[in-house]
């Protein structure tokens, strides 16, 4: 396998570092099988790029992911299963048109300090979607309307490995109360014990980031130090 590795810049998330990035860079025709490798070894995906943090003296991005079976939602997450039970899920295979005017919405309200800011119909693109990855569009709807969206890469790998992977989530700012970005994952989890696959990955913890912390509320889960995966059944002090 062919990596390389990019020019450092300024850390989107510890804005004190500076980030690098080691890129898958072989010409591949089952680019998907390969993806279900790497992504055991910290990978993770950003339109057709296939990456691992990569940085010289800093170490505080970890990969994360939820063995399905071993998770229990904590007294918070039920509450927060319970209060939702208005709203009903939808899978499809295909975007429509009506998730990039949501992403619009969320971006431009939510996160106006971050590297997607402003959004463009380009970006998101480029952002969620390639050629070689089949994705499943995890919808959540309040009656016939809309309010999140779910993008969730199916990770074909021969078992135990089998997973979904959190891509990213966006939601109706006007539904902040309904924590919909724990309830997304909370579905994602569901979704990921149906099809009897193994692991629901959830991108990197950051240590040090206040944004990313939520990824350590999903209680058994799994992180990648040291080139191995470690299973943490409380939050790591």
């Excluded at 890129?23 to 591949?28: P, S, T």
């Excluded at 057709?48 to 997450?77: D, G, K, L, M, W």
Aim: aromatic content about 16%.
């Amino acid at each position: 396998m062919k990596f390389g590795i990019t020019q450092s810049f300024s850390c989107s998330y510890l804005p004190d570092e500076q980030e690098q990035l080691l890129v898958y860079a072989d010409v591949d025709e089952f680019l998907s099988w390969r993806y279900a490798q790497l992504i055991q070894a910290g990978f993770r995906r950003s339109g057709e790029q296939i990456y691992r943090p990569h940085c010289a003296s800093c170490t505080a991005c970890q990969s994360v992911r939820i063995p399905v079976n071993q998770f229990t939602p904590s007294r918070s997450q039920k509450r927060i299963l319970n209060a939702n039970k208005r709203f009903h899920i939808a899978f499809s295979q295909t975007p429509h048109d009506s998730y990039y005017p949501l992403y619009e919405r969320y971006i431009s309200q939510r996160h106006t300090d971050g590297s997607m800011y402003p959004p463009s119909r380009e970006q998101f693109d480029n952002f969620l979607f390639c050629d070689w990855m089949p994705t499943l569009f995890v919808e959540a709807y309040d009656g016939d309307k809309l309010v999140a969206v779910a993008v969730t890469d199916v990770v074909d790998a021969i078992e135990p490995f089998s997973a979904l992977s959190a891509l990213y989530t966006f939601f109706d700012p006007d539904y902040t109360k309904s924590s919909l970005g724990t309830w997304m994952i909370l579905m994602q989890i569901e979704k990921a014990k149906s099809l009897a696959y193994q692991y629901l990955y959830l991108g990197y913890f950051v240590k040090g980031c206040q944004k990313m912390s939520y990824k350590h509320n999903f209680l058994p889960f799994e992180q990648f130090e040291g080139n191995e995966w470690h299973l943490f059944s409380k939050k790591p002090t």
